[in-house]
């Protein structure tokens, strides 16, 4: 009579139970141990064939759960070969096989081929376990709660029952570790670059009324990439005073070992932030850690200016805008307002519904800009809604709505200025200057616009330039030089175009501390591989006309055409 495929009193395969006497050689399988059977043995029979079911062979086959005991003139006894049973017999073997705790029982789909095509049991690895929880908690922004996560476990046992529960405080634990090696990867990328460190820093606080600073390092790496790395982020107590600031970033500065690498630090124009760069430049310039004593390691951040700027532009349209306002919040506030707004569209008609109103938060501009383009497109039904909802009282008249639409396409090209200088995957340096002289040129010329409105914000906003902006940032200006297709023929003709008296003056500073920046380059990285720049060398000098590519976008977006 043939074996059963499982045998008898067995729950699966998976168990990898043979049928017959202790399997002592490796190229034996199970499907000929159960096919013959322990030797002139009867497999029906009931002690022998108890204790052929419960023979286990284990991954590599060559070991087992059960081993049989000659014994001279009797029949063999059979006993448990892992926990080193004492007790003979076979019916005993079935109990202990079910308590047993050193028996293993592979799951079939921990079952894998070796490179022989023999079945081998899958062996997991534990820390490779943690790894991978960890990455995904970094990954996905988990709590580290996510590992004690009911179905999680379920999951994580399912796939291998011999897996061992992770705690939070495990997790917390490895998620600990994988930042200090990526830390020590980073530490020794940046320690062995060639080139300046540029930096960021923000302080802000939180809902909690807990203040918190970052700073961000941003470099080029060996391979000529562009890297921004956020290198600290932590609890920043109080007070905030520019002194305990410029402790803190010297603290991270001298942690990652980057002191002697900084060229400059990018801050917004807060006071406190003037204090601490001033006193942090100072330390560092007595360690002899800056460039040209430190002449450009301030930058003031542009995105910052460009949104004081427009501030003052949305504070002389402020009725204008606080009607469009709560227009957008009435609709919003409930459902039902909503459907009489459908009902007005579609009574109206030629409307464009799949944009939706857009609510501004005051302290973003940009999201005002938004607000008024979302606002623009429901014209029409904002100045029928009073005839399908009574309760409605914020409609702007026609002269503002005219004046939003005004304010709407002057607030365009701060716009696309804001959305290129905020880049990130890109360079930005480089664009720095022909985007200032842009917005210093809209401004100028909207001074001599016939709307009384408009030309009285361009004046409070020109006021908000000059204080800021009016010396262009000169590292900057640098950045516009090494740009192909700027050089400094084009920084001489956007000076001359914004004032004829000053320009000559300007270029000279720009070209100076060109200089100047490249011979502390040339003295520090190579004083034998490169030749003295000098500012007699001759220049090719371009013609005006050869310089209007770079302004055919210009007169497109602000229709502004140099002459």
């Not at 970052?214 to 520019?242: E, Q």
Request: hydrophobic share 35%.
């Amino acid at each position: 009579m043939p074996a059963p495929s499982v045998p008898l009193g067995v729950e699966s395969i998976d168990e990898n139970l043979c049928w017959g006497k202790v399997l002592t050689t490796s190229n034996m399988s199970c499907a000929q141990a159960g096919a013959d059977g322990p030797a002139g043995t009867d497999l029906r029979s009931g002690r022998e064939n108890n204790a052929s079911q419960l023979c286990n062979v284990s991954g590599d086959a060559t070991q087992s759960h059960y081993i049989q005991d000659p014994i001279p003139g009797r029949k063999d006894q059979w006993r448990c070969g892992i926990s080193d049973g004492k007790d003979y017999g076979t019916s005993h073997l079935r109990r202990h096989r079910g308590r047993c705790t050193k028996i293993r029982h592979d799951d079939i789909g921990q079952i894998v081929m070796d490179k022989e095509g023999k079945l081998m049991s899958r062996k997991i690895d534990q820390m490779v376990v943690h790894d991978m929880l960890a990455s995904a908690i970094i990954e996905q922004d988990l709590p580290f709660k996510f590992v004690e996560f009911k179905k999680i476990r379920c999951l994580i046992n399912y796939l291998n029952p011999d897996s061992i529960p992770v705690a939070r405080n495990t997790a917390k634990i490895d998620v600990m570790r994988i930042y200090m090696i990526e830390k020590d990867k980073l530490k020794k990328e940046m320690s062995s670059i060639p080139t300046r460190i540029s930096l960021t820093s923000d302080l802000w606080t939180a809902c909690t009324t807990e203040g918190y600073v970052c700073l961000t390092a941003h470099y080029v790496d060996s391979n000529w990439k562009l890297r921004s790395k956020i290198i600290n982020f932590c609890h920043m107590p109080p007070p905030h005073t520019g002194s305990e600031l410029s402790k803190k970033i010297l603290e991270f500065l001298n942690e990652w070992g980057i002191d002697k690498k900084i060229f400059s630090l990018t801050l917004d124009n807060a006071s406190s932030n003037d204090v601490m760069q001033e006193q942090l430049k100072n330390k560092l310039i007595v360690e002899n850690s800056l460039l040209c004593d430190g002449q450009f390691f301030h930058v003031r951040c542009s995105a910052h200016i460009l949104n004081l700027i427009v501030q003052e532009c949305l504070k002389v349209a402020s009725d204008t805008l606080y009607k469009i306002r709560e227009s957008i919040k009435y609709v919003r506030g409930s459902e039902g307002r909503m459907l009489k707004f459908k009902v007005c569209i579609a009574k109206i008609g030629g409307v464009d519904a799949s944009v939706g109103l857009c609510l501004d938060v005051p302290t973003r501009w940009n999201s005002t800009y938004f607000m008024l383009e979302s606002a623009i497109k429901y014209k029409h039904v904002f100045e029928k809604l009073h005839m399908y909802d009574d309760n409605y009282r914020f409609s702007p008249s026609v002269e503002e709505w005219k004046r939003a639409e005004k304010i709407h396409v002057f607030l365009l090209p701060f716009y696309r200025t804001t959305n290129l200088i905020s880049g990130t995957s890109y360079p930005t340096s480089n664009l720095y200057f022909m985007q200032v002289w842009k917005i210093q040129c809209v401004l100028l010329d909207t001074l001599r616009d016939e709307d009384e409105v408009l030309r009285s914000m361009a004046n409070r906003m020109v006021k908000k330039f000059e204080k800021y902006w009016d010396d262009y940032s000169v590292v900057l200006a640098m950045g516009a030089i090494l740009d192909p297709r700027v050089k400094l023929e084009t920084l001489n003709y956007c000076f001359e175009r914004v004032d004829d008296s000053t320009f000559e003056t300007k270029l000279q500073l720009v070209k100076r501390k060109l200089y100047m920046l490249f011979e502390q380059y040339r003295n520090t990285i190579a004083p034998t591989s490169m030749q003295t720049l000098t500012s007699d060398a001759p220049q090719k000098k371009a013609k005006v006309q050869d310089l209007d590519y770079l302004f055919d976008n210009y007169a497109i977006i602000y229709g502004y055409t140099p002459g």
